[in-house]
């Protein structure tokens, strides 16, 4: 199993930038398919961004162009580069992982087990 862990939130303004970590132990994430989601208040939890080793990442429709999804296998540590910020990205964001031999939509929050405890995102404007 992996454990994961989130951090680099906090409070920026409109316009600004953020850079999120997610730090895995317990397993490598090479053997994992990676993503992010985010939760704002009373909505539900949607993906914002996939990614499985060199394949080309996925994104949604609302951060595309402004979010950028990356890992570090040496650091097993995946990053959510996030620019021009806007106060609807306020929201908890969560890492998630899921085996690889586990199928499903890159963005369907129910095929991934393993959830790190989020940290929280809050742009004003």
């Known amino acids: 199993q992996v454990q994961l862990v989130e951090s680099g939130g906090g409070t920026v303004q409109a316009g600004g930038s953020l850079r999120l970590s997610c730090a895995a132990s317990g397993s490598t994430i090479r053997n994992y398919y990676m993503a992010w989601f985010r939760q704002a208040p009373g909505k539900e939890r949607e993906a914002v961004a996939g990614?499985?080793?060199?394949?080309?990442?996925n994104y949604a429709d609302s951060v595309a162009g402004r979010f950028t999804i990356s890992r570090d296998n040496a650091r097993n540590t995946l990053y959510l580069q996030m620019n021009s910020l806007k106060p609807e990205d306020s929201a908890l964001y969560y890492c998630?992982?899921?085996?690889?031999?586990?199928?499903?939509?890159?963005?369907?929050?129910?095929?991934?087990?393993?959830w790190g405890q989020g940290t929280h995102v809050t742009v004003s404007s």
């Open positions: 998630a992982a899921r085996e690889t031999s586990r199928g499903g939509w890159w963005s369907d929050k129910a095929t991934f087990p393993y």
């Open positions: 990614l499985f080793g060199i394949d080309v990442p």
